[in-house]
C-alpha cells in the first residue's frame, strides 16, 4: 500500500481548460519525490490534491489506500502536510510560536504537548530562537523556515514542498538540501517537492516526475531523468551543469564516469585523473 | 497612515518599566481610567479629576521613557475624528442643562451658548484623557502582546484569532504598500505632480488601489487554504499559554485601580477643586 496514490487523476478550474490529465502519482514510504516542471504545468494544483484541498473532477486519489472523505480529511491533512510557495500566505499568526502552533492546536492537543511539539519543530529547522518574534520581522529564509516548521509540528507521515527554494540564498539552498535529507534519513518521511532548480533535484530526489501542460511526460530514477537532455529541453528545463559537463567531457574522449550530484563528480573527476596520470 | 503602523511599532518595541510590564496589567489600567474619567458625572469636576489623571498619566510616560513628541504626534493624528464632534458642541444645546446663555451671536442665527462650551470642553477633557491612556497603552505594548493580554482576559478564541490575522496581514499589506509606492517612485509617478494630467494620475491611483484590493482578495484565498492544511476548523484558537502575573506587576495593579477609583470619588465627595 503506498502513502499517496493517485490513477488517472484529471482536474479542470471552473470555466477553465483542464489543469491535470490522467495523472498516475505513487508515494512509496520514505521516499524523496521531485516533481519538475515550467510554470504553469500543474505542480501546485496536483499538489493541492494530496490533502484534499482540490477534489479530482475524474480520477481518484488514495492516502494509505484509501480515498480522501469528509470523514478521515482531518487525519489526511495531519498525514500530508503541505508547505506553499510563499510564506506569507502559510504565517497568518502575530508570532512565531503561535503560527507553528496552530496546527497541533486545531489537532486538540493538551498545551504541554502542543509547546513540546512546537519546540522541537523550531528545532528541526533550527530556528528555536525566533519563537517569540514577530513573522514581518524575519527575512525571507527565516519565514520559510517558520513555514515548514508550522507543517512539521502536526507530524505529517509525507511532506510535500511546492518550490521550497524560491526566493532563498544559497545557503538558505543549501540548508534547504540538508534538511530533506535528514527528514528522509532520520525521521523516515516521505518527501515531495516541486522545482525548478535541476540541480537541488540530484541533490535530494531518488524519483523524479517530470510534468508538462497537465501531464507526466517523463518518470523515472536521477540517472533515467537526466540522460533525456532533449526531452527536459523542450519542457523549457535542462540537465544540472555538473553531468553535462561530464557528458562533455566524455564525448570528449575523457574516460570519466557519469554523476549526479557533487560529491559523485568530484569522485568521478578524481578517479578519472588518478587513472590518466 | 501605513508608516504611521511602522512608528507605532518602533515605539512599542522600545525598553522601559512600563514596556516590560504585562499587557493584561496595562490594559486593565487603560479601560479603568476611561470608565472612571467616563463615569465622572457632566459638571466642573471633570477638570480636576481630569488633571490628576494627566498627571498620573505624564508620570507614566516618564516610567515609559518614550519622548513627548511621540505623544504629541499622536494625539494630534487623532484631532480631525474627535475634535470636529467636540468643536460642534458649542452651537448645540445638550441635556445636561435647563438654561442657556448666548456667549457670541454669529450670521445666519447661529449663536454659541456659555454651557454648551463648558459641555464642550468637559467632553474635551474625557477625550483628551481616554485618548491619552490608549496612546500609553499602545505605545508601550507590542501589537502581539496586547492580543494575548486581551485573551488572558477573556477575549472570547474567535475574536482572538480573527484579531491575530489582522495583524499579521496589516503588516504583510503595510510591506506590499510601501514595495508599491516604491515601484511608483522608481517610474517617476507622483500623485501630486501637477506637470501630469490631472485625470492620469487619477487612473493610476485606482490602478494601484484595485491592484491592492486584487491582491488582498488572492492572498485571502490563498491563506485559506494554508489554513485548511493545517487544519483549520470551527473549534480552531490561537495557542495563548497560561501566564501569571508577577508580584510587582499586582501590586502596581492594585495600587493604580485604587488611586483610580479614589481620585474621583474623593474628589466627589470633597468638593475638591483645582480650576
Known amino acids: 500500500m503506498h502513502l499517496i496514490e493517485t490513477r488517472d487523476l484529471c482536474y479542470s478550474y471552473p470555466h477553465s481548460?483542464?489543469?491535470?490529465?490522467?495523472?498516475?502519482?505513487?508515494?512509496?514510504?520514505?521516499?524523496?519525490?521531485?516533481?519538475?516542471?515550467?510554470?504553469?504545468?500543474?505542480?501546485?494544483?496536483?499538489?493541492?490534491?494530496?490533502?484534499?484541498?482540490?477534489?479530482p473532477t475524474s480520477g481518484s486519489i488514495l492516502i494509505r489506500g484509501e480515498p480522501i472523505t469528509k470523514v478521515n480529511i482531518r487525519e489526511v491533512r495531519k498525514f500530508v502536510g503541505i508547505v506553499f510557495q510563499n510564506a506569507d500566505d502559510q504565517i497568518f499568526s502575530p508570532t512565531v510560536e503561535q503560527d507553528v502552533a496552530f496546527g497541533p492546536t486545531n489537532l486538540g492537543l493538551d498545551e504541554e504537548t502542543i509547546h513540546h511539539r512546537v519546540h522541537e519543530a523550531l528545532k528541526i529547522v533550527g530556528i528555536e530562537d525566533l519563537a517569540g518574534?514577530?513573522?514581518?520581522?524575519?527575512?525571507?529564509?527565516?519565514?520559510?523556515?517558520?513555514?515548514?516548521?508550522?507543517?512539521?509540528?502536526?507530524?505529517?507521515?509525507?511532506?510535500?514542498?511546492?518550490e521550497p527554494t524560491a526566493g532563498l540564498d544559497?545557503?538558505?539552498?543549501?540548508?534547504?538540501?540538508?534538511?530533506?535529507?535528514?527528514?528522509?534519513?532520520?525521521?523516515?518521511?516521505?518527501?515531495?517537492?516541486?522545482?525548478?532548480?535541476?540541480?537541488?533535484?540530484?541533490?535530494?530526489?531518488?524519483?523524479?516526475?517530470?510534468?508538462?501542460?497537465?501531464?507526466?511526460?517523463?518518470?523515472?530514477?536521477?540517472?533515467?531523468?537526466?540522460?533525456?537532455?532533449?526531452?527536459?529541453?523542450?519542457?523549457?528545463?535542462?540537465?544540472?551543469?555538473?553531468?553535462?559537463?561530464?557528458?562533455?567531457?566524455?564525448?570528449?574522449?575523457?574516460?570519466?564516469?557519469?554523476a549526479y550530484t557533487y560529491e559523485d563528480a568530484e569522485n568521478a573527476l578524481v578517479q578519472a585523473y588518478k587513472g590518466k596520470s | 497612515m501605513i508608516e504611521d503602523l511602522f512608528f507605532i511599532e518602533k515605539?512599542?518595541?522600545?525598553?522601559?518599566?512600563?514596556?516590560?510590564?504585562?499587557?493584561?496589567?496595562?490594559?486593565?489600567?487603560?479601560?479603568?481610567?476611561?470608565?472612571?474619567?467616563?463615569?465622572?458625572?457632566?459638571?466642573i469636576m471633570v477638570y480636576t479629576v481630569g488633571a490628576t489623571f494627566f498627571l498620573f498619566f505624564l508620570i507614566l510616560w516618564a516610567v515609559s521613557k518614550l519622548p513627548l513628541s511621540v505623544y504629541g504626534k499622536r494625539l494630534v493624528a487623532i484631532v480631525p475624528i474627535w475634535g470636529i464632534i467636540i468643536l460642534f458642541q458649542i452651537f448645540f444645546k445638550n441635556k445636561y442643562y435647563t438654561d442657556y446663555h448666548v456667549l457670541y451671536t454669529l450670521p445666519l442665527g447661529i449663536s454659541i451658548y456659555t454651557e454648551s462650551v463648558e459641555f464642550a470642553s468637559i467632553l474635551a477633557v474625557k477625550f483628551l484623557i481616554s485618548i491619552s491612556f490608549i496612546?500609553?497603552?499602545?505605545?508601550?505594548?507590542?501589537?502581539?502582546?496586547?492580543?494575548?493580554?486581551?485573551?488572558?482576559?477573556?477575549?472570547p478564541a474567535e475574536i482572538?484569532?480573527?484579531?491575530?490575522?489582522?495583524?499579521?496581514?496589516?503588516?504583510?499589506?503595510?510591506?506590499?504598500?510601501?514595495?508599491?509606492?516604491?515601484?511608483?517612485?522608481?517610474?517617476?509617478?507622483?500623485a501630486f505632480d501637477r506637470?501630469?494630467?490631472?485625470?492620469?494620475?487619477?487612473?493610476?491611483?485606482?490602478?494601484?488601489?484595485g491592484t491592492m484590493f486584487i491582491r488582498s482578495y488572492e492572498q485571502g484565498e490563498r491563506v485559506?487554504?494554508?489554513?485548511?492544511?493545517?487544519?483549520?476548523?470551527?473549534?480552531?484558537?490561537?495557542?495563548?499559554?497560561?501566564?501569571?502575573?508577577?508580584?510587582?506587576e499586582w501590586a502596581f495593579l492594585i495600587i493604580s485601580l485604587t488611586f483610580i477609583i479614589a481620585v474621583p470619588v474623593t474628589i466627589w465627595l470633597t468638593a475638591l477643586r483645582f480650576f
Do not use: W
Not at chain 2, 496595562?26 to 476611561?34: D, G
Open chain 1, 133 to 162: 518574534r514577530v513573522p514581518h520581522h524575519l527575512s525571507g529564509g527565516e519565514k520559510k523556515r517558520v513555514a515548514i516548521a508550522g507543517v512539521i509540528a502536526m507530524e505529517p507521515e509525507v511532506l510535500v514542498l511546492d
Open chain 2, 11 to 43: 515605539q512599542a518595541y522600545r525598553e522601559s518599566l512600563m514596556h516590560r510590564l504585562d499587557a493584561r496589567v496595562k490594559i486593565i489600567l487603560a479601560f479603568a481610567v476611561i470608565i472612571a474619567i467616563v463615569a465622572v458625572p457632566y459638571s
Open chain 2, 160 to 190: 482572538a484569532l480573527a484579531l491575530g490575522m489582522m495583524i499579521r496581514y496589516l503588516f504583510v499589506f503595510g510591506y506590499i504598500f510601501r514595495k508599491v509606492n516604491e515601484t511608483l517612485k522608481t517610474k517617476c509617478f507622483d
Open chain 1, 170 to 258: 544559497p545557503q538558505g539552498v543549501h540548508d534547504l538540501i540538508g534538511f530533506i535529507n535528514s527528514l528522509s534519513k532520520q525521521y523516515g518521511m516521505t518527501v515531495i517537492f516541486s522545482t525548478h532548480d535541476v540541480s537541488l533535484v540530484a541533490e535530494v530526489a531518488d524519483y523524479i516526475y517530470v510534468m508538462n501542460k497537465g501531464r507526466f511526460v517523463a518518470e523515472g530514477t536521477v540517472e533515467q531523468i537526466f540522460m533525456q537532455p532533449d526531452m527536459l529541453k523542450s519542457m523549457r528545463l535542462d540537465v544540472p551543469v555538473l553531468p553535462k559537463l561530464l557528458r562533455s567531457l566524455q564525448k570528449q574522449g575523457v574516460p570519466v564516469s557519469m
Open chain 2, 135 to 155: 496612546i500609553l497603552l499602545s505605545s508601550t505594548t507590542k501589537m502581539q502582546d496586547l492580543l494575548q493580554g486581551a485573551s488572558r482576559l477573556g477575549l
Open chain 2, 224 to 248: 485559506y487554504t494554508s489554513m485548511l492544511c493545517r487544519g483549520y476548523g470551527r473549534e480552531s484558537h490561537l495557542f495563548i499559554t497560561k501566564k501569571p502575573l508577577r508580584g510587582f
Open chain 1, 17 to 55: 481548460v483542464r489543469a491535470l490529465e490522467g495523472i498516475n502519482f505513487i508515494a512509496p514510504r520514505n521516499a524523496r519525490i521531485a516533481v519538475i516542471g515550467s510554470n504553469g504545468a500543474g505542480k501546485s494544483t496536483l499538489f493541492k490534491h494530496f490533502n484534499g484541498i482540490f477534489k
Open chain 2, 195 to 209: 506637470h501630469l494630467p490631472y485625470r492620469y494620475r487619477l487612473r493610476q491611483l485606482g490602478y494601484t488601489i
